[in-house]
């Protein structure tokens, strides 16, 4: 358990950043679960939609360090193949 006021402050801090990024995470998990329903539909206009949508957010958590560079560079590129290859 905290004992110190710094420790209890810390719990504090460490709960509203847990929410914020859980958050977060889950918008970047919808947007990129959009794309992949459009695919799934073969709707080429709503999948470049819904990935032009998508990447920005994916981006700004790449930048906040939610997820990893690579691993969101390797979203939007299987994301963009796969629209590509519908097309």
């Known amino acids: 358990m905290a004992n110190t006021p710094q ?3 810390r719990v504090k801090q460490a709960a ?3 929410e914020r990024n859980k958050s977060q995470r889950t918008l970047v998990r919808t947007k990129i679960k959009n ?9 080429v206009e709503t999948a470049r ?3 032009a949508d998508a990447v920005p957010i994916i981006d700004r958590m790449a930048g906040k ?3 990893h560079h690579n691993k969101a560079a390797r979203h939007k590129s299987r994301l963009n193949a796969q629209i590509k290859a519908m097309s």
Request: glycine share 4%; hydrophobic share 50%.
């Open 7 to 9: 420790s209890r402050k």
């Open 16 to 18: 509203i950043a847990r």
């Open 35 to 43: 794309v992949r329903k459009a695919i799934a539909a073969n709707d």
């Open 49 to 51: 939609a819904a990935y």
């Open 65 to 67: 360090g939610q997820i």
